[in-house]
């Protein structure tokens, strides 16, 4: 790592709660106790030692280690209930989390891990971006949720939430880089529910004005492909590489079968194979072409097509044949041509880790994303959200660039959840105090080693 930025836990912590410190605070100063970065601080800490739920967490703090740990890993000098984080995270308005992404963000471009892992095609970034629910209730609502009603009811109503969330990603990196979500939530002062379409014109506005000079290439599904959006992104000054399917775009798929008679197609298809014991074919067809109508209604809007077919076929037991295949279909406002439609599709196809490296990380691999840590009567669900999607860029940060997480890690067997597992045991069993992150790590990766340096101290 270079650029003289550290993406170490304890550096990156300390950064978050200077920022928390500057939030605004609208309790009585004659009666705060505890600081608004401790209650902020804390929360953060919750998804950042995977606790499982909100009591879990409190119950486990009322044990004096674990609060001394919680000092020199997180620096929290007074750890608040359940009930008073609920309250006082509630009353915290959400966009006041959006410059913590952003300081965090600049961290990773400061240390070059940004360009050195994530930038593509002389120094873009894609930024994968989809939607997701994260709590849902038939009784328990606020005013910003969501509503809609029960399937063959007419009375019965579901409460939910949604978020648009975005991430810098990379073909071939395991790793993600998220940046702030956008709540897709009732707005203020609307009765109507809120769409993703709309809240993804927040999140752009929201992205753009956060990172205005990031040479982004926008990944999404088909329900973005609109003229609308295409629009905005010009305005933005922003790439992209957008799904599309027959279905929900006719008017390009009938000018496709049009050009197909008029041999305007390029088709390249390349042939390989692939397997160690089962040797497999692998067909690979790409078709393209530049300046093909997205629709009828702007006759100036011309985008760039790719369609990409995968066909691996291998011969199974007993003989028989067997075959499995890929479909995906793409506009973009790049150029496409024999050399680059190759990288195009990876590229289009790296749109998917927001589903697998993000939203799956979040809900099966500790951070218990579906779980009601608190629903509030404002804004405490969507915060708890922001606050462990922070979590999960600290631990994305450090996969990257600090080398005590990966020898940590490698000492784990390389699996992510006994890395937790590690993590947390030690937070609450350790008998010596956990005095930094640096310590954590050392603890796991050298257990040995600082056995010995312990014991020489006392001696």
Not at 57 to 74: A, C, H, I, V, W
Request: contains cysteine; neutral net charge.
């Amino acid at each position: 790592m270079s650029g003289g930025t550290s993406l170490k836990a304890d550096d990156l912590i300390r950064s978050l709660k200077d920022q928390f410190s500057q939030f605004s605070d609208r309790r009585d100063p004659l009666r705060i106790e505890i600081p608004m970065e401790d209650f902020l601080i804390s929360g953060f800490a919750m998804y950042s030692l995977k606790f499982p739920s909100l009591l879990n967490f409190e119950t486990e703090m009322k044990d004096k280690r674990n609060f001394s740990n919680m000092k020199g890993l997180f620096g929290v000098e007074r750890i608040p209930s359940d009930t008073r984080m609920r309250e006082v995270v509630d009353e915290v308005e959400t966009e006041e989390l959006r410059p913590c992404f952003k300081k965090i963000f600049a961290r990773a471009q400061r240390s070059n891990i940004l360009a050195n892992e994530f930038s593509i095609w002389s120094g873009h970034y894609l930024l994968s971006v989809d939607g997701t629910g994260y709590y849902s209730s038939d009784s328990i609502c606020c005013e910003q949720c969501l509503v809609k009603k029960v399937r063959d009811s007419e009375t019965e109503e579901l409460y939910h939430h949604q978020m648009l969330c975005g991430a810098i990603v990379k073909p071939g990196n395991k790793n993600v880089i998220p940046v702030c979500p956008e709540a897709i939530q009732k707005q203020d002062g609307r009765t109507k529910n809120d769409c993703e379409r709309n809240a993804m014109k927040r999140f752009l506005l929201k992205f753009r004005e956060d990172h205005p000079k990031l040479k982004t290439i926008l990944l999404t599904d088909a329900l973005h492909a609109t003229l609308p959006n295409l629009d905005i992104l010009e305005i933005m000054g922003m790439n992209y590489i957008l799904s599309v399917k027959p279905g929900s775009h006719e008017t390009l798929f009938k000018g496709i079968e049009k050009w197909e008679t008029l041999n305007q197609i390029r088709t390249v298809v390349k042939e390989d194979e692939i397997g160690d014991k089962v040797k497999k074919k692998r067909i690979r067809e790409y078709r393209f072409t530049n300046q093909i109508l997205l629709a009828n209604a702007d006759v100036k809007r011309a985008v760039n097509f790719l369609d990409f077919v995968e066909t691996i076929q291998w011969v199974g037991k007993h003989g028989v044949l067997k075959e499995k295949r890929v479909h995906y279909s793409w506009v973009t406002d790049l150029s496409i041509f024999d050399s680059n439609c190759e990288e195009f599709a990876r590229a289009g196809r790296t749109r998917w880790k927001i589903e697998n490296e993000t939203f799956n990380t979040l809900k099966n691999q500790g951070y218990e994303f579906e779980h009601n840590f608190g629903h509030g009567y404002k804004n405490l669900s969507v915060n708890m959200a922001h606050l462990m999607m922070l979590a999960f860029l600290v631990d994305q940060l450090q996969a990257l660039g600090c080398s005590s997480f990966r020898r940590a890690f490698v000492r784990a067997h390389e699996t992510i959840s006994r890395l937790w597992e590690y993590i947390k045991s030690l937070h609450t069993f350790f008998p010596v105090q956990l005095k930094n992150w640096e310590m954590l790590y050392g603890v796991i990766f050298e257990p040995d080693e600082w056995i010995k340096v312990e014991n020489l101290k006392r001696e």
